[in-house]
C-alpha cells in the first residue's frame, strides 16, 4: 500500500476554482485501487489544504494519474501533474509514504 500527502497552498484568487475542482477530483477518484483520498482545509487559513491519499499499488495510482491527465489536459514542461490544477498552488510539497505493519 501507498500513502501519499499534499501539504499545498492556493493561491488566494483562485481558491473557489480550486475547491470546484477538488470536489471533482473527489469524486472521479473513488474507484478500484483507491482506498482513501480526501482533501482536508485548514480552519484557520482556508488557502492552505493537505490531500491524503492511499492506494493499493503504485500500479493503482498510475492509473488515477493516467485519468487525471484525461481529465484536466496536459502538464507544462518539467510540472509533474496538469497545469490547470499546478497553476493553483503557490506551494505543494508531495510526501509519498510505505505502508508498514501490517
Not at 473513488?30 to 500500479?59: H, I, M
Not at 493553483?88 to 509519498?96: S, W
Request: one cysteine or more.
Amino acid at each position: 500500500m501507498l500513502t501519499i500527502m499534499i501539504h499545498a497552498k492556493i493561491k488566494a484568487e483562485l481558491l473557489d476554482e480550486y475547491i470546484d475542482l477538488i470536489k471533482m477530483l473527489s469524486r472521479e477518484t473513488a474507484k478500484k485501487g483507491c482506498t482513501f483520498y480526501k482533501f482536508n482545509q485548514n480552519r484557520d487559513d482556508p488557502t492552505d489544504f493537505v490531500l491524503y491519499e492511499q492506494w493499493e499499488s503504485q500500479a493503482a495510482l498510475d492509473v488515477h494519474m493516467k485519468e487525471l491527465f484525461e481529465l484536466l489536459g496536459p502538464a507544462k514542461e518539467g510540472e509533474p501533474i496538469p497545469h490547470k490544477l499546478m497553476k493553483m498552488y503557490e506551494k505543494a510539497v508531495p510526501v509519498f509514504y510505505d505502508v508498514v505493519g501490517e
